[in-house]
């Protein structure tokens, strides 16, 4: 799997450089280890990683818990796996997961559940709305 996620590195990399210390690769393990899996069941399901142009990223870095650390959105539903497009949004329902940044190059899990939508919403902190 190191593999894949190395081909991968470069394409979340430019979905992830809004924020500075993301530009420096300062992506969380658990972030890293959460796009692994999403590559592999891709490949495991027959798909290949496809590219951002025309799709929601991913992976979101923002600001939820107002400790002005980056925070994590992960959005399966948004994973570019072309060849199985509903791969990962099975009855029109994608997984979102929230991880927290703990400032010292970590995160830790705080949601996750299958919606059918969601959003942020901008501020201080950034706020998000579900749609379940």
Known sequence: MRGMFGKLLPFAGLALMAQPALAQGQVPDAIKARVNELVAACAKAGGTLGNMSGQGQFVIPV?????????FLVSEGNFPC???PNLFRPDGLGRM???AGDG???ARLLF???LLAYRVLAGKPSKLQIAR
């Open 104 to 106: 010292a190059g970590g």
């Open 63 to 71: 600001d939820l818990t107002g400790d002005g650390r980056v925070d």
């Open 97 to 99: 997961q929230v991880f």
């Open 112 to 114: 996750d559940e299958r």
């Open 82 to 84: 072309n060849g199985r």
